[in-house]
């Protein structure tokens, strides 16, 4: 492991057990005043008493278990509605994708009635030789 990221370069060449030892100000980032800081309100001086500072562990457990923790019921309960409210909106069966362009569904004339399609029945009856709007269906 490759140690220089996280302590000064002074503190390089000591193993691990060493940098146990060490004062805090040793892990890069923390300057002698937050290490001064540290020792005034913990009562820690060195990388292992820092380690096993209670309230360290604490919040470090706190965040392992919240990675883990599954959601609570409310949170459920919104994600089913918000499901349900898509899915009567969009149905999974609907052959049509979503497209804001989208302002009428056009059908081919031959697969209509052209006495109850509006948008094509008079190319429709046209193209049989009726008159458009007679109301025959084809």
């Not at 309100?41 to 965040?63: C, H, M, P, Y």
Request: glycine residues 6%.
């Amino acid at each position: 492991m490759n140690l220089e990221s996280i302590i000064d370069t002074q503190f390089k060449d000591k193993c691990l057990r060493e940098l146990v030892a060490a004062p805090i100000s040793a892990l890069r980032g923390v300057s002698a005043a937050d290490a001064r800081a540290l020792s005034s309100a913990f009562g820690v001086n060195s990388i292992g008493e820092l380690a096993d500072l209670r309230f360290f562990q604490w919040a470090t457990a706190i965040k392992v278990l919240a990675a883990e923790e599954s959601d609570t019921k409310e949170e459920l309960a919104k994600e089913t509605l918000l499901d349900d409210a898509v899915e009567m909106t969009f149905p999974a069966s609907d052959p049509i994708s979503v497209d804001s362009g989208i302002t009428r569904i056009e059908v081919a004339p031959e697969k209509v009635d052209a006495a109850t399609d509006h948008q094509s029945a008079a190319k429709h009856e046209a193209g049989h030789g009726k008159r458009a709007g007679s109301g025959n269906a084809a």
